[in-house]
């Protein structure tokens, strides 16, 4: 069933009041600092979209979520994964099996010959976990060759390749220009797709 842009506005109000209602939110003290940092929050993207993340990232903590990109460790991977499928289930308690999961197009990592696509390998992760199909939904218009925001922001918008039956719910790592998710759920939205944002970390250098 494809939805129009002014139904999928309302779903994701709708959606966006019950989270700020119910979401639960963990409290948990970090080891470098006395401070306590939230998991579990939510970023406007734009007036009609947004993503929920994790846990923000910054500092050292920045410095070995790159290091986990470069070496792509299973167990790591995994903890991320379980992360973001906690979140989500903290967002939805009950999630329909017809629900469908997706990542942004892959980018700068499509280049650099080791065949490590973090995004992909959370969001396979996370389809484990929660019992639901992983499919590739989205393509890019035109390159991204490097990670950087700057290269971010320059980034064509994206395509729909394939029709999704249901809800789609999109994958990614980290958030730092937040153009790769709003170009993704822009195009899925525009699509006539119900389609929702989660990652695990939000870069702080914003």
């Not at 999961?101 to 992760?125: E, K, N, V, W």
Request: aromatic letters at 8%.
């Amino acid at each position: 069933m494809n939805y129009t842009p002014e139904d999928m506005s309302a779903i994701a109000m709708d959606t966006y009041e019950y989270c700020l209602q119910n979401l639960l939110v963990e409290m948990v003290s970090s080891k470098q600092s006395e401070k306590l940092t939230r998991m579990g929050f939510h970023i406007r993207l734009s007036h009609r979209i947004g993503v929920w993340v994790c846990h923000p990232v910054v500092g050292k903590n920045l410095i070995e979520f790159y290091r986990w990109k470069a070496d792509a460790l299973p167990a790591e991977t995994e903890r991320k994964a379980a992360d973001i499928s906690n979140l989500i289930r903290l967002w939805q308690p009950v999630i329909p099996i017809e629900w469908i999961i997706t990542t942004p197009p892959q980018g700068a990592s499509l280049y650099r010959g080791d065949g490590h696509y973090c995004a992909g390998m959370l969001a396979t992760a996370v389809g484990a976990l929660l019992g639901l199909e992983v499919l590739t939904l989205l393509t890019r218009t035109t390159d991204k060759r490097y990670h950087h925001p700057k290269q971010a922001l320059t980034q064509g918008e994206f395509v729909v390749t394939k029709q999704s039956p249901s809800v789609v719910l999109v994958i990614d790592d980290l958030i730092s220009s937040r153009t790769t998710m709003t170009f993704s759920l822009d195009a899925l939205i525009s699509a006539g797709i119900p389609a929702f944002g989660f990652a695990w970390g939000l870069s702080r250098r914003e």
